[in-house]
């Protein structure tokens, strides 16, 4: 079964292992696969699931929420997240971003879809350059205050973005408890900055992609075409996303984990996710699946410990590859809305 962590300097926990579905529900697989999927993760212990209005453009948190319909919502945590542009195309100039009108439109469209009353997490997606930060924390606190989310996090923010807003969210009365951000070994960049400042405020990670798109599993080699149906072979499935991970020196530097796997009885995914989680101030990993029996493999990753030698190793086979510039977390992040 899995294992729980607390979420920030709250009292509220979390399946470590929690279940995501950016790239599955309404898009990669079919409704019946996807509900089944979220079924097996329950039967295996987790209770976490994390979804967002831009996903499948609103169509996963739908999904989703028939997943979920008749278990015991109070045995339940669910996240969900607001920023990017929904609804109809071309967007309207309040479709997107942190506004007070698109968050309140936005946790009202969320759980309409996921057909709950509140959601246990409410995230902003990315940071929005375009309204002022008071707005945005302002709409949290009344959402808040309202019962339509218990607590508040965000994803992708820099350090200096977590304290500004932690300052707001303490002056506002309620918790800022969590950052969403790309986390793995070979995607380091939190490390420097973001997860010594969220020590020091009482905010935890929930990171997305431990596995870096897959490329952790071992499955792409170097020197060799991508594997058929895989995701770097669907754009539905992020396949531009993971491009850039496809280099020959990282792809024979994630090789050299394999024996290491092997040597502390792990699956090359278990590995991944095992080494997120060694991190304390990481209280749940992503993980999404296109086949119920996928999730088998990735629970086992919940309650290891990986030995310091173990950890010295992965060091050593990916230093030479491992992104880990603190500038990248805002590089990354859109500096203006997106329509």
Known sequence: MVNYRYLGNSGFKVSEITYGNWITHASQVENDAAIATVHKALDLGITSFDTADVYANTAAEVVLGEALKHQRRESLE??????????????????TGLSRKHILDGINGSLRRLGVDYVDLYQAHRYDHETPLEETMQAFADIVRQGKALYIGVSEWTAEQLREGHALAKELRFQLVSNQPQYSALWRVIEGEVVPTSEELGISQIVWSPMAQGVLSGKYLPGQPVPAGSRATDEKSGAGFIKRLLEDDVLEAVQKLRPIAAEA???MPQLAIAWVLQNPNVAAALVGASRPEQLEDSVKASGVTLDADVLAAIDAALAPVAVTDPAETARTSPKARVA
């Open 78 to 95: 669910i996240f969900t997240k607001v920023y990017w542009p929904v609804g109809p195309t071309p967007h309207g100039p309040n479709d």
């Open 265 to 267: 009885g792990l699956t």
